[in-house]
């Protein structure tokens, strides 16, 4: 690096340091106080961890096997034998609502990496580069907005076809246009700032000017909204899974268990309310600690 380039480079980040007011940093415990403040917060943190041991230990939480049947302990309701009751093989519903708990977040995280870095770099390039580029990215964006996001990821699957892998995909790909707008009007806010204005006139690349000082500035409120979609992607994936479309049977999956025991809903009610009600504390636990990252973000406490 020369001595223009590295004057450069720190004249601009002192400009940033200037313009963009400096975060202050919350005190020791803050976040400890406000779980204990706020219970249900302080339950969603606890399922969200649970979720994430059964995710990659599920052993720990439940020993035995998702998949070992036993005809002759089919439908057998909860109880002290088995807690979540059996489906109609004999299999253990408790272990398999654990063991599936790494398929559905493995979905929905995969499918919201998918759509958060495909809509950053989307974003970056409409709200950084040309006007017909812009234009172009964002004419494309309304269009796919003009779908709800399950039906866009129900013609994408009619076109790759069903499976896991091609569920998952589908549903990261029908969160792009939502990621990219945020991204374009953040960037849009942010080039127009003197310290980036600065780094372009004292001659830095382009690339480093979105790599140090635009990227840093849009990432925060993206990565805020994809920690609330976590749950919603899981849920859309469930709902793939549920339609024969994602896990097949006998996965140990939310969504096909969901499939299957709506069969026996009249004689064995737990065969769906106990992957059901996964699904929901799932979605609700993870969205309330999105919006709590939302809530900091914006200084608010209570």
């Known amino acids: 690096m020369t001595a223009a380039s590295a004057l450069a480079e720190r004249s601009a980040q002192a400009l940033g340091a200037a313009v963009l007011p400096a975060a202050d940093a919350p005190p ?4 400890r106080a406000a779980l204990l403040r706020r219970p249900g917060l302080l339950l969603a943190a606890v399922f969200t961890a649970l979720l994430l041991l059964a995710s990659l230990q599920p052993a720990w939480l439940a020993p035995g096997d998702p998949l070992e049947a036993n005809a002759r302990e089919a439908f057998l309701a909860p109880g002290a034998a088995h807690w979540l009751g059996t489906d109609e093989n004999g299999r253990d519903v ?15 995280l995969a499918a919201t990496a998918i759509g958060l870095l495909a809509g950053v770099g989307l974003g970056l390039l409409a709200g950084l580069g040309h006007r017909w580029l812009d234009a172009a990215i964002m004419r494309l964006s309304d269009v796919l907005l003009a779908f709800p996001d399950m039906l866009l ?9 069903q499976g896991m892998l091609n569920a998952t995909v589908a549903v990261g790909v029908a969160s792009i246009p939502r990621y990219a707008r945020l991204v374009r009007a953040q960037a849009h806010v942010v080039r127009r700032a003197s310290y980036v204005e600065a780094a372009a006139t004292l ?9 140090r000082h635009v990227l840093p500035n849009v990432i925060k409120p993206v990565f805020i909204l994809a920690t609330i979609g976590i749950g919603t992607k899981i849920a859309a994936g469930a709902s793939l899974s549920f339609l024969g479309l994602g896990a097949p049977p006998p996965s140990p999956e939310w969504g096909s268990m969901l499939a299957v025991g709506r069969n026996f809903l009249a004689n064995a009610w737990w065969l769906t309310a106990m992957p059901g009600l996964a ?7 993870i969205t309330a600690l999105g919006r709590e990252l939302l809530r900091r973000s914006e200084g608010r406490t209570t």
């Open 28 to 31: 020791a415990g803050r976040g």
């Open 94 to 108: 408790y272990t398999r609502v654990v063991y599936g708990a790494r398929a559905s977040l493995v979905m929905g």
């Open 153 to 161: 990821a129900l013609v994408i699957i009619a076109f790759w076809g």
């Open 203 to 211: 001659g830095l690349h382009p690339l480093t000017i979105v790599h």
């Open 279 to 285: 699904v929901t504390l799932t979605v609700l636990s």
